[in-house]
């Protein structure tokens, strides 16, 4: 019964010897091929909360003065932070593109991505993109470079983007704002998940 709840925990939250252990096991490395040590570990995990807080990926610290991390934490280690194919941006979207699939698969919900659904000027976009005027302004010269200047249009003499751009520049250049959308989104079916009855950041007061 012991080995059957420690492979029931295990299947939920881990901890950081844990993950270290699976790590060695699976042969991944940092970025110079060295093996993970726990500094490496530790470093890593306090970068995936502060990118990710609203994931509530690891556990509070209290009684045993240790932290435990989900099963979906440590898939972030491996699929986005430890990886080496990709960027650190472009893997972490294209993470929570599959976590997001996963759920609504499971939920059996149908996909639907309405984000952008009105068109904005430079200082809606500035606002909606937290980035000053000129920034916005090149993102949209290369928008228009990318054969999408048909968007472009101008309203009350004031530059406004169509909400098809808004997406794509979303996508392409201000992709942290895409990953805050699917953030946002995936914490909106993980919600709907617990509801279902399925644990998500219950660590069974192990901590």
Not at 84 to 92: C, G, R, T
Not at 127 to 143: G, P, Q, S
Not at 182 to 201: F, N, Q, R, S, V
Request: hydrophobic share 35%; net charge positive; charged share 35%.
């Amino acid at each position: 019964m012991k080995v059957d709840s420690e492979q029931f925990f295990d299947s939920i939250f881990l901890s950081y010897n844990k993950i270290l252990e699976r790590l060695h096991v699976l042969g991944i490395t940092t970025k110079n091929g060295k093996e993970i040590s726990e500094l490496d570990l530790r470093r890593a995990i306090d970068i995936m909360v502060k990118k990710h807080p609203t994931c509530r990926w690891r556990s509070e610290k209290i009684r045993s003065r240790k932290y435990f991390v989900l099963i979906e934490g440590y898939y972030w280690l491996t699929q986005v932070y430890f990886q080496k194919e990709k960027s650190l941006i472009d893997a972490d979207i294209d993470f929570f593109k599959l976590r997001i699939k996963q759920y609504e698969e499971l939920l059996k919900i149908e996909h639907n991505e309405n984000w952008w659904n009105q068109d904005m000027d430079i200082k809606q976009l500035s606002i909606y993109f937290n980035r000053e005027d000129i920034t916005v302004r090149k993102a949209i010269k290369k928008m228009c470079n990318s054969g999408l200047e048909e968007y472009k249009f101008l309203v009350d003499n004031k530059v406004v983007i169509s909400s098809k751009c808004i997406e794509w520049i979303c996508k392409n250049i201000f992709k942290q704002k895409y990953i805050e959308l699917l953030e946002k989104y995936k914490m909106e079916l993980t919600e709907l998940y617990i509801e279902a009855g399925y644990p998500y950041d219950n660590f069974f007061h192990k901590n």
